[in-house]
């Protein structure tokens, strides 16, 4: 049982179920869009496709990951075509 409290030990943690749910939902939502971005020749949102894709990788809260997905996502919408 102690292989499982060294990770902590050394201060590492392991990221809440609602964490990696956010980087799946908010990874395919900006994949797709960064598809449709491309296809359609749209630099906008082509750019939000990547923000989407890589920012949940750097937020430290999932709550904080959480709005701010929703604001690109309100964004993507308002910048489509």
């Keep these: 049982m102690d292989e499982l409290n ?8 392991l990221p809440s179920p609602a ?7 908010f990874s395919i939502i900006g ?5 449709y971005g491309k296809k359609a020749s749209l630099p906008i949102p082509k750019w ?10 750097i937020t430290p809260e999932t709550w ?8 690109l996502c309100t964004a993507l919408y308002a910048f489509r075509k």
């Design 6 to 13: 060294t990770p902590a030990s050394m201060g590492l943690t």
């Design 48 to 57: 939000i496709g990547i923000t989407l894709m890589l920012y949940t990788y």
């Design 19 to 25: 964490y990696l749910a956010g980087i799946a939902l």
């Design 64 to 71: 904080m990951m959480y709005v701010v997905g929703a604001g």
């Design 31 to 35: 994949y797709a869009a960064y598809r």
